[in-house]
């Protein structure tokens, strides 16, 4: 699946008190250890212990960045300019995540890698006009940077060279605060700051509503068990919120907190994006993952800040169309603590 003559690699970024393991093939998290209460490292982030089982596909897109179009396009189909778009169908009846080769099965080239002061590294990809059906060449870069000794934060943009073309680009990694092969996230708690949610249809693609979270199943406006009431939203969570109520700070909006209880571990993100899909590894099932660890369902929790599912297809959602000449930024900070 690998680019002729371009050569999958992880490399790593550790500051002392965060170790950082990220792959150039679709910009992949592969590993993150932070310390625990009692300063005990652990590994928070599921995967592989090389780029291997990536390269072959082992995972449904562990730690990547998904792209040209996150999420599911409904029918894999779309009309930009009068001119009809047909996608690969790769998740019936939709295209999902960009499609059979999207940005997380591409090898970046690394452009910069900046080993002193502030850690960071920088991949850029270049996205052909065509390329799984989307319009346009499209040049993407993503830097991942180690802000401070438990924050870490990921710097997405794309330059639309010459058409115009739906833009979405969304980091996929699976967390689990209490270390990558503890078993289910359902003691986790989370809140997520969105008073409304895009409900989905049976191919879980949003309706087109945007509903209060109020009253269901779906609010996490205070912060809450996440197993507390999953087991009335079918299979798990799998879903966008809309981020219509956090703080802010440097210009991004408080997205969510994750708290793990036994190893006080917290994560808050901050996102410049207008969703959150929060995804609840409904379908992780016998995954043989690093160090020997078999991944099952619920083995992780995915915090995809984005544009909303379908856009393209919904006039009433935000647009995520890109206009040539004109770049799409988006922006995420992953805040670690002890609580």
Request: charged residues 20%; proline residues 5%; glycine residues 10%.
């Amino acid at each position: 699946m690998a680019d002729q003559g371009k050569q999958a690699e992880i490399f790593e970024l550790d500051n002392g008190s965060m170790h950082v393991k990220i792959s150039n093939y679709g910009c992949t998290i592969t590993s993150l250890s932070i310390p625990d209460k009692d300063g005990k490292l652990a590994d928070v982030v599921l995967g592989f212990d090389s780029v291997d089982p990536y390269l072959q596909g082992a995972g449904s897109y562990y730690g990547c960045i998904v792209g040209r179009v996150a999420n599911r396009i409904k029918n894999g189909k779309f009309t930009l300019n009068g001119v009809e778009c047909s996608l690969p169908v790769n998740n019936p009846p939709n295209s999902l995540h960009g499609g059979l080769k999207g940005f997380d099965k591409q090898i970046w080239d690394v452009v910069a890698y900046k080993k002193n002061d502030t850690l960071s590294i920088t991949f850029k990809y270049h996205s052909r006009d065509g390329e799984e059906g989307y319009p346009g060449d499209l040049s993407v870069t993503a830097t991942y940077t180690l802000t401070s000794k438990t924050t870490m934060r990921l710097d997405m943009e794309a330059l639309a060279e010459n058409k115009a073309t739906p833009v979405n680009l969304a980091q996929h990694t699976y967390w689990n605060l209490a270390g990558h092969n503890s078993g289910p996230v359902l003691d986790h708690h989370i809140q997520i700051w969105a008073n409304h949610y895009t409900p989905v249809d049976e191919n879980t693609v949003p309706t087109g509503e945007i509903v209060p979270v109020k009253g269901t199943p779906f609010d996490f406006t205070s912060e809450k068990r996440i197993g507390q009431d999953i087991d009335k939203v079918g299979m798990g969570y799998d879903h966008n919120y809309v981020l219509d109520c956090g703080d802010e700070k440097t210009g991004l909006k408080h997205a969510a907190k994750v708290r793990e209880p036994l190893s006080k571990r917290v994560l808050d993100l901050w996102t410049s994006a207008p969703g959150m899909q929060f995804y609840t590894a409904n379908y992780v099932n016998g995954v043989s993952g690093k160090g020997g660890a078999v991944y099952n369902k619920h083995a992780g929790l995915c915090l995809e800040t984005q544009g909303f599912p379908n856009a393209i297809n919904q006039p009433n959602f935000p647009s995520v169309v890109v206009e040539p000449g004109k770049k799409y930024q988006h922006s995420m900070l992953f805040e670690f603590s002890i609580a």
